[in-house]
């Protein structure tokens, strides 16, 4: 074992502590040992111990692992190669404990048996272990049931929220949708194809526990149309104190409906005369907030399905974007047919046009949001923009001039009208 | 013999054999929840059904002893089933609630927190740093340890105005996605990459180097033999795309690279639209083991957010009310250049053109 002084540090205080646990493994394995060395290395230098990964992978995937060695080999032979492998995890990070173990079996013979629960994008991710043992790791995996996750231009491993397992607000199966949209994409999840990284999160609700709006290029959240179910009794019962807002999340014993729900409604379709709360649904822009307040007396209604986002990414390399409504409502059911289609479609629009490492959000804001639209044939619609454009500079093509001709018009409600 | 036909492209396991029998029973049938205490959710079923979650916190950056761990604690409680949240907790599932002053002490014995539910400050998201990343500019587990012991009062209460969401990202990539959490720390570079001509040749593409840079700052070297690119260091925002794409122009510095602090950020659309999180600090010394300063930056804008913040109000939304202004006056933060965005398209909507400010 390596002397890490500074990493000492980090053992003592309330939060678990990495180190101890790491400190675990690297009693008995020279690499989790190592690898806290070089750690105690950046500690020390302020500066990572880590190279650019190489070309390494499973045969005839091209994600899913990602390459990585150290700059110190000579001091630390353990992490000369200290490869990550992305297992695809299963939808809303449910397991039983014998799966779970079986994991740990695999990376304790294969690995460092150091890992995270879980990556950025959803997957388990094996942290660290040499190029020799990736096949073998690979076939123990598989043999159990497991595959990789993506990496690289490809599409990447979708994730869900607890959605209807475990949650009253889930408006579409966030956990069949994931398994199944996983499935439909295989191989280009484990042969990078894209332009770039191509991700999906799926939220049941616009609370949005996955963050899709923002972690996700293709972002879909759950939505209701129809009107919010009352309990007034239970309304009653919040406003007398029986039952506690946002059920028991916060430190208030009481409910002010006047102020705490219909006040800060953010379209003020909400009304209270101490005995019966009125919302005017046509007017509800489905924020949650209310919902969230009193889940026992307001539940979303029951015409169900989702709204479909685009384009979301982090600052690279234009600037941060978080997804844009492209599809306001569309049903949610098994097999996910209309989502896998569209998904396919805008793939298809951005590998044609996207130069190399473009993100779908970029390659928008570069061609015009209308360039997309028709290439998936989604129609404009309000939905789609915060507000309209405050300049002239707007195109006219021939197509708009022959549906001028034909007469086509637009209804905020039922869209164009042939 | 014949060699076993190798497996490929067989996806996840289907989450159905995974989900506890009370959930499986109970599936898509959930009326409405409560949280009887932090840390610990009651699911209630139109079948009457319950179902009781224990919230843990814990590292993310974890080892299999651990997982084993919460294993025979999942063995012993959880009828052998457990989950994890989108936030790098651990869920256990109790259907008997006289169960859990059992599992809290042992949770207590192992130093498990409960918590992270409802108006706390739960488990920060985050990146991998100096444990395994090739181009941070801060750790990332160490800061998290260092953050969540300092708030660690805030993780088993519900004592906030609102959530409070923190992340975690080691460089610009935000691969913590961070963009749009109430407390982001994201670690920052300050100087242009240093070109290693001799290098570059042999490991760079040239055009997809110059096309990584998104202000078009590199050029071809001029001198046609070196093989090589120049850096229009007046024009780097110190990004670390080209690095990504090129390992021969690594842009790190041990004493300028640090910690930036963006604030006000969110996903939810719960009364207001979902918002990206804006630069409150744009630089705070790399200071391991402990980032004493990047601690107390954080506990800083927490209390003041807890002390002023209206009831429901996340923390872009206390700041929107009162104004940035006045953020940066009760935060004590110096406002400087580097608030002023002059990034792209982004920038111009950010001035502002009204007469709508305080002093």
Same mark, same amino acid.
């Given at each position: 074992m390596h002397k890490t002084p500074l990493l000492d540090q980090l053992e003592s205080g309330p939060w678990p502590s990495f180190v101890k646990d790491l400190k675990r493994v690297a009693a008995r394995k020279p690499q989790t040992a190592d690898l806290l060395g070089v750690l105690e290395r950046s500690y020390k230098d302020k500066i990572t111990h880590w190279k650019h990964g190489g070309i390494v992978g499973v045969l005839g995937y091209g994600s899913g692992i990602i390459g990585r060695y150290t700059d110190l080999p000579d001091e630390f032979p353990g992490v000369e190669h200290f490869h990550t492998i992305r297992v695809n995890h299963p939808s809303a990070w449910m397991y039983t404990t014998k799966a779970l173990r079986e994991l740990c079996d695999i990376w304790d013979e294969h690995g460092s048996s150091v890992l995270n629960m879980h990556g950025s994008t959803g997957d388990i991710i094996f942290l660290g272990t040499r190029t020799e043992e990736l096949e073998p790791c690979f076939a123990k995996l598989t043999a159990k049931g497991w595959d990789l996750g993506g990496s690289g231009s490809a599409f990447r491993s979708p994730s869900c929220c607890v959605g209807p397992a475990r949650c009253e607000w889930a408006m579409y199966d966030t956990l069949e949708a994931c398994y199944e949209l996983t499935q439909e994409f295989q191989f280009d999840l484990h042969r990078p194809s894209y332009p770039y990284k191509y991700k999906l999160k799926l939220s049941g609700c616009p609370n949005d526990c996955v963050a899709a709006v923002a972690r996700a290029d293709c972002s879909v959240i759950g939505v209701w149309k129809d009107d919010i179910r009352i309990d007034q009794s239970a309304v009653q019962a919040y406003a007398g104190g029986e039952l506690k807002p946002r059920g028991g999340a916060t430190k208030w014993d009481k409910l002010d409906i006047q102020k705490d729900v219909v006040e800060l409604c953010p379209t003020q379709c909400m009304s209270w005369d101490g005995k019966t709360l009125k919302i005017n649904n046509r007017e509800c822009n489905h924020c949650m907030h209310c919902i969230n307040l009193m889940p026992q007396a307001l539940r979303p209604g029951t015409e169900r399905g989702a709204a479909f986002l685009l384009g979301s990414h982090a600052p690279i390399l234009e600037g941060a974007q978080m997804s844009w409504v492209i599809v306001p409502f569309f049903e949610m059911e098994k097999p996910f047919d209309y989502l896998k289609e569209l998904m396919t479609n805008i793939a298809e629009w951005w590998s044609e046009h996207g130069k190399n490492r473009e993100r779908v959000g970029e390659l928008i804001l570069r061609l015009g949001m209308r360039s997309l639209l028709e290439a998936i044939g989604v129609e404009p619609a309000p939905q789609q923009v915060r507000i309209p454009r405050a300049n002239p500079f707007f195109f006219w093509h021939q197509s708009d001039f022959d549906a001028e001709a034909k007469g086509r018009r637009y209804d905020t409600r039922q869209g164009f009208v042939r | 013999m014949t060699e076993p036909e190798r497996k490929t492209d067989?996806? !996840? !396991?289907?989450?159905g054999q995974f989900l506890h029998p009370v959930i499986k029973a109970n599936y898509g049938k959930w009326k409405y929840h409560e949280i009887i205490e932090p840390g610990v959710l009651m699911h209630v079923s139109e079948t009457g059904d319950k179902l009781y979650s224990v919230r843990v916190g814990s590292g993310? $950056?974890?080892?299999t002893d651990f997982v084993r761990e919460a294993c025979d604690l999942a063995d012993k409680y959880s009828q052998g089933h457990f989950r994890f949240t989108s936030r790098h907790n651990m869920e256990f599932f109790l259907t008997d609630l006289s169960q859990l002053p059992a599992l809290k002490a042992d949770l207590a014995a192992k130093g498990w927190p409960i918590g992270g539910t409802g108006h706390s400050v739960t488990s920060i998201v985050h990146t991998q740093g100096w444990v395994h990343c090739h181009t941070p500019a801060i750790d990332a587990s160490g800061i998290v340890k260092a953050v969540m012991d300092d708030l660690f009062e805030y993780f088993g209460k519900h004592d906030l105005p609102a959530q409070v969401r923190i992340a975690l990202a080691c460089? $610009?990539?935000m691969c913590g996605a961070v963009h749009c959490s109430d407390i982001a720390i994201c670690g920052v570079h300050r100087t242009p990459p240093k070109i290693l001509h001799d290098k570059l040749r042999h490991l760079c593409e040239i055009p997809t180097t110059i096309a990584s840079c998104p202000t078009g700052a590199i050029r071809p070297h001029p001198d046609k033999s070196l093989k090589s690119v120049i850096v229009n260091e007046e024009r780097c925002m110190y990004c670390g795309n080209c690095y990504t794409m090129c390992p021969a122009m690594p842009c790190f510095d041990a004493e300028k690279g640090g910690v930036a602090i963006l604030v006000g950020g969110k996903v939810s659309n719960s009364k207001t639209p979902p918002a990206f999180s804006r630069l409150a600090i744009p630089w705070i010394p790399n200071n391991p083991p402990r980032w004493p300063e990047t601690v107390a930056a954080i506990r800083k804008i927490l209390t003041k957010y807890a002390e002023g913040a209206n009831k429901w109000e996340r923390v872009g939304e206390w700041i929107e009310r009162i104004g940035w202004e006045r953020f940066f006056e009760v935060c004590d933060i110096p406002f400087t250049f580097q608030h002023i965005d002059d990034y792209k398209f982004q920038a111009y909507d950010t001035y502002r053109t009204s007469m709508h400010f305080k002093f």
């Amino acid at each position: 074992m390596h002397k890490t002084p500074l990493l000492d540090q980090l053992e003592s205080g309330p939060w678990p502590s990495f180190v101890k646990d790491l400190k675990r493994v690297a009693a008995r394995k020279p690499q989790t040992a190592d690898l806290l060395g070089v750690l105690e290395r950046s500690y020390k230098d302020k500066i990572t111990h880590w190279k650019h990964g190489g070309i390494v992978g499973v045969l005839g995937y091209g994600s899913g692992i990602i390459g990585r060695y150290t700059d110190l080999p000579d001091e630390f032979p353990g992490v000369e190669h200290f490869h990550t492998i992305r297992v695809n995890h299963p939808s809303a990070w449910m397991y039983t404990t014998k799966a779970l173990r079986e994991l740990c079996d695999i990376w304790d013979e294969h690995g460092s048996s150091v890992l995270n629960m879980h990556g950025s994008t959803g997957d388990i991710i094996f942290l660290g272990t040499r190029t020799e043992e990736l096949e073998p790791c690979f076939a123990k995996l598989t043999a159990k049931g497991w595959d990789l996750g993506g990496s690289g231009s490809a599409f990447r491993s979708p994730s869900c929220c607890v959605g209807p397992a475990r949650c009253e607000w889930a408006m579409y199966d966030t956990l069949e949708a994931c398994y199944e949209l996983t499935q439909e994409f295989q191989f280009d999840l484990h042969r990078p194809s894209y332009p770039y990284k191509y991700k999906l999160k799926l939220s049941g609700c616009p609370n949005d526990c996955v963050a899709a709006v923002a972690r996700a290029d293709c972002s879909v959240i759950g939505v209701w149309k129809d009107d919010i179910r009352i309990d007034q009794s239970a309304v009653q019962a919040y406003a007398g104190g029986e039952l506690k807002p946002r059920g028991g999340a916060t430190k208030w014993d009481k409910l002010d409906i006047q102020k705490d729900v219909v006040e800060l409604c953010p379209t003020q379709c909400m009304s209270w005369d101490g005995k019966t709360l009125k919302i005017n649904n046509r007017e509800c822009n489905h924020c949650m907030h209310c919902i969230n307040l009193m889940p026992q007396a307001l539940r979303p209604g029951t015409e169900r399905g989702a709204a479909f986002l685009l384009g979301s990414h982090a600052p690279i390399l234009e600037g941060a974007q978080m997804s844009w409504v492209i599809v306001p409502f569309f049903e949610m059911e098994k097999p996910f047919d209309y989502l896998k289609e569209l998904m396919t479609n805008i793939a298809e629009w951005w590998s044609e046009h996207g130069k190399n490492r473009e993100r779908v959000g970029e390659l928008i804001l570069r061609l015009g949001m209308r360039s997309l639209l028709e290439a998936i044939g989604v129609e404009p619609a309000p939905q789609q923009v915060r507000i309209p454009r405050a300049n002239p500079f707007f195109f006219w093509h021939q197509s708009d001039f022959d549906a001028e001709a034909k007469g086509r018009r637009y209804d905020t409600r039922q869209g164009f009208v042939r | 013999m014949t060699e076993p036909e190798r497996k490929t492209d067989i996806g !996840p !396991p289907h989450y159905g054999q995974f989900l506890h029998p009370v959930i499986k029973a109970n599936y898509g049938k959930w009326k409405y929840h409560e949280i009887i205490e932090p840390g610990v959710l009651m699911h209630v079923s139109e079948t009457g059904d319950k179902l009781y979650s224990v919230r843990v916190g814990s590292g993310r $950056l974890v080892s299999t002893d651990f997982v084993r761990e919460a294993c025979d604690l999942a063995d012993k409680y959880s009828q052998g089933h457990f989950r994890f949240t989108s936030r790098h907790n651990m869920e256990f599932f109790l259907t008997d609630l006289s169960q859990l002053p059992a599992l809290k002490a042992d949770l207590a014995a192992k130093g498990w927190p409960i918590g992270g539910t409802g108006h706390s400050v739960t488990s920060i998201v985050h990146t991998q740093g100096w444990v395994h990343c090739h181009t941070p500019a801060i750790d990332a587990s160490g800061i998290v340890k260092a953050v969540m012991d300092d708030l660690f009062e805030y993780f088993g209460k519900h004592d906030l105005p609102a959530q409070v969401r923190i992340a975690l990202a080691c460089c $610009l990539n935000m691969c913590g996605a961070v963009h749009c959490s109430d407390i982001a720390i994201c670690g920052v570079h300050r100087t242009p990459p240093k070109i290693l001509h001799d290098k570059l040749r042999h490991l760079c593409e040239i055009p997809t180097t110059i096309a990584s840079c998104p202000t078009g700052a590199i050029r071809p070297h001029p001198d046609k033999s070196l093989k090589s690119v120049i850096v229009n260091e007046e024009r780097c925002m110190y990004c670390g795309n080209c690095y990504t794409m090129c390992p021969a122009m690594p842009c790190f510095d041990a004493e300028k690279g640090g910690v930036a602090i963006l604030v006000g950020g969110k996903v939810s659309n719960s009364k207001t639209p979902p918002a990206f999180s804006r630069l409150a600090i744009p630089w705070i010394p790399n200071n391991p083991p402990r980032w004493p300063e990047t601690v107390a930056a954080i506990r800083k804008i927490l209390t003041k957010y807890a002390e002023g913040a209206n009831k429901w109000e996340r923390v872009g939304e206390w700041i929107e009310r009162i104004g940035w202004e006045r953020f940066f006056e009760v935060c004590d933060i110096p406002f400087t250049f580097q608030h002023i965005d002059d990034y792209k398209f982004q920038a111009y909507d950010t001035y502002r053109t009204s007469m709508h400010f305080k002093f």
